[in-house]
Structures are given as structure tokens and as C-alpha cells.
């Protein structure tokens, strides 16, 4: 299970930190990841990150968001700062236990419930 945390108002140029807790699978996480949904739009990939490679980020979050992992908590993090309101959506934690990389929504295994920010202009 995952469960995510940390959303909620705030207005642009500011910050706000995501938090996901990983939980009860028994399997190997290879891959976490933060997806946002807005709405009215797909499910869209915002970061990634697994153990031994540098996090891939999509281009509109580059030098603002920073996804962080700490293997031995479970936990993912996103930093986001610089906030904007196309930022707003709805934000989701994802894991994938496959060693191959994924960036389909359908590759990952497992989802949080989702956690909204919401960025005021």
C-alpha cells in the first residue's frame, strides 16, 4: 500500500513537500515515482527515481521539483517549490517492482490515494 500526504493551498512561488509511505507489499520496489492528474486532463508523470540512476523529471517541473527516497523508511518525498498554478492537480505516489524502466501509468503496480495541491495566482 501506499499512502501519500503533504498536499493542500498554496500560492504561487511557494513551496510545498509530498510525502508517500510504502507499506505491506513483500515485494521489491525498483521504481517510485509522483504522477499528477489536473482536472479534465490524463494522468501525467512528474518525477522518477530508483536506486544507482540520476531522477528523470518532466521538463515543466525541472529546477523546481526534487524527488527524493529513503530506501530505508519506504518513503518517497517531492519537493516542490516555485509553485505555479498549472502546477495544481491532483498528485499520486506510484511503485513498480519491475528492474525495467517505466513511465506508463499501467506499469506501475501500485498507487496511492492521491493527495491535491492546489497553487493560487
Known amino acids: 500500500q501506499l499512502q501519500a500526504s503533504g498536499g493542500g493551498l498554496v500560492q504561487a512561488g511557494g513551496s510545498l513537500r509530498l510525502s508517500c509511505a510504502a507499506s505491506?507489499?513483500?515485494?521489491?520496489?525498483?521504481?517510485m515515482a509522483w504522477y499528477r492528474q489536473a482536472p479534465g486532463k490524463q494522468r501525467e508523470l512528474v518525477a522518477i527515481?530508483?536506486?544507482?540512476?540520476?531522477?528523470n523529471y518532466v521538463d515543466s517541473v525541472k529546477g523546481r521539483f526534487t524527488i527524493s527516497r529513503d530506501s530505508a523508511k519506504n518513503m518517497v518525498y517531492l519537493q516542490m517549490n516555485n509553485l505555479k498554478p498549472e502546477d495544481t492537480a491532483v498528485y499520486y505516489c506510484?511503485?513498480?517492482?519491475?528492474?525495467?524502466?517505466?513511465?506508463?501509468?499501467?506499469?506501475?503496480?501500485?498507487w496511492g490515494q492521491g493527495t491535491e495541491v492546489t497553487v493560487s495566482s
Open positions: 527515481i530508483t536506486s544507482g540512476e540520476p531522477p
Open positions: 505491506g507489499s513483500g515485494f521489491r520496489i525498483n521504481y
Open positions: 506510484a511503485a513498480r517492482t519491475s528492474a525495467d524502466y517505466g513511465i506508463y501509468v499501467s506499469q506501475y503496480n501500485f
